[in-house]
């Protein structure tokens, strides 16, 4: 099921570690999210427009399972950035000098 695909690349992309977590990011409620997930109940239509709309899923991939994952680069490189920026705060963290 593409939606479950999506917030597991949605809990890892962000470092949420639990459903909680990524309910919490989405704003939808725990329960709802926990369910969908162990598949005992599906995602909503509104579900899946808050998965594109705070995930930045390409609704074409969800729904038709075409294209990429994601629905722009910006959202991408946005993720890039962030991943760049806790790189950098863990290497200056660690007492090595960064050349700029």
Known sequence: DNFIAGVRLLQSDNNLD???????????AY???YKIMDESQKPTVEHCIVLCK???????WLFLN?????????VEAEKINKNLKSLRDAITASGVRLIK
């Open 66 to 74: 075409k294209g990429e994952i994601y629905y722009n680069d910006e």
């Open 54 to 60: 705070k995930g930045g899923v390409s609704a074409n």
């Open 31 to 33: 329960m709802t999210l």
């Open 18 to 28: 639990s459903t909680q977590s990524a309910a919490d990011h989405l704003g939808i």
